[in-house]
């Protein structure tokens, strides 16, 4: 599976962004995904994550209200809205797949890995 993360980009804080991953190499419509960001300096974090359907999801804390992950199935992608945001945003945004039914969060339980999409957030 490969993943292009694209849709990241330079925004004020209070800004929007939609982040997509298009997967290819294989149908990822059965597999459970999810996004993951990391800062300078700071280790890699779960952010989000989605089952196969998109039926059910999972969010960090820090993200819940904001962040909103969803998937198109029939596109073999899946996005990330990003509202409300924050300096502490600012990371380089990745995707990745869980070769099971999905929302898992913990890093070493995906599978297959996207090549990241700046995100900074002024102030």
């Known amino acids: 599976v490969q993943l292009q993360a694209s849709g990241g980009g330079l925004v004020q804080a209070g800004g929007s962004l939609r982040l997509s991953c298009a997967a290819s190499g294989r149908a990822v419509s059965s597999y459970g995904m999810g996004w993951f960001r990391q800062a300078p300096g700071k280790e890699r974090e779960f952010v989000a994550a989605?089952?196969?359907?998109?039926?059910?999801?999972y969010y960090t804390d820090s993200v819940k209200g904001r962040f909103t992950i969803s998937r198109n199935n029939a596109k073999n992608t899946v996005y990330l809205q990003m509202n409300s945001l924050k300096p502490e945003d600012t990371a380089v945004y990745y995707c990745?797949?869980?070769?099971?039914?999905?929302?898992?969060?913990?890093?070493?339980?995906?599978?297959?890995w996207g090549q990241g999409t700046q995100v900074t957030v002024s102030s």
């Open positions: 990745a797949v869980d070769l099971t039914m999905g929302l898992r969060h913990e890093i070493y339980e995906y599978d297959y």
């Open positions: 989605i089952n196969w359907n998109g039926g059910s999801t």
